[in-house]
């Protein structure tokens, strides 16, 4: 496997540059992309449970604590809950989109990958065919055919692992930016309840004693 890799030539070494930070972004991202690290249940049950008794002190303290997507939109919510409901959801959209660059970090780069990979792979099967045409213009004897299947293995190797790259690299980083946006999405569903709370009508006639309303 080696000596395949080394008669592709020196274009291999950016390939094998750009396979190893792909694994890098894929590993790094399938570990931050979990919900259980956006979406803790005891968070989520603390949090509704301050909104519940309208303690919008508390609430802030304990994002401010828990910093994380979810946070960031719950304080965003907590902070502009006067707001009108159309003004409410353009900040809250602004956050979340905000939030889904962070959560999407590193993909533009696995993206570059994927179209790179395959350029390179190109680039390396252009110089294979120009080493073989030089072959065929300077050498004569038995010794062609040697040199002529080194520029054909370096020219159809480096092809060969360009797509190997870029291929398994595509189908990921559509998953992880799907993966991406379907944690947003759930966020904003919890959201959805806490703006019912948070945005629900002070009672009247001695209500429920808030902490920061």
Not at 52 to 64: G, H, K, L, P
Request: charged share 20%.
């Amino acid at each position: 496997m080696i000596d395949i890799l080394i008669s592709g030539g020196p274009v291999m070494v950016p390939l094998a540059l750009l396979s190893l930070l792909a694994l890098a972004i894929i590993f790094e991202r399938l570990w931050v992309l979990r919900k259980q690290s956006f979406l803790d249940e005891t968070m989520v049950s603390t949090l509704s449970q301050l909104m519940a008794q309208r303690d919008f002190d508390s609430a802030q303290e304990y994002c401010r604590r828990h910093q994380g997507p979810f946070t960031e939109l719950v304080s965003a919510l907590v902070e502009n809950r006067h707001a009108p409901y159309d003004e409410l959801r353009e900040i809250l959209e602004d956050v979340g989109r905000r939030q889904l660059r962070g959560l999407e970090r590193g993909l533009p780069a696995l993206g570059t990958v994927v179209s790179g990979a395959p350029l390179l792979g190109l680039l390396g099967t252009v110089l294979g065919m120009i080493k073989i045409f030089a072959v065929v213009a300077s050498s004569g004897g038995a010794s062609i055919a040697e040199k002529l299947s080194a520029g054909i293995a370096e020219a159809l190797i480096t092809t060969a692992a360009g797509l190997i790259i870029a291929i398994p690299a595509l189908f990921v980083h559509a998953y992880l930016e799907s993966r991406a946006e379907g944690i947003l999405a759930e966020i904003e569903a919890r959201l959805l309840d806490f703006m019912h709370l948070v945005r629900r009508p002070e009672r009247t006639g001695g209500g429920v004693p808030g902490g920061g309303d």
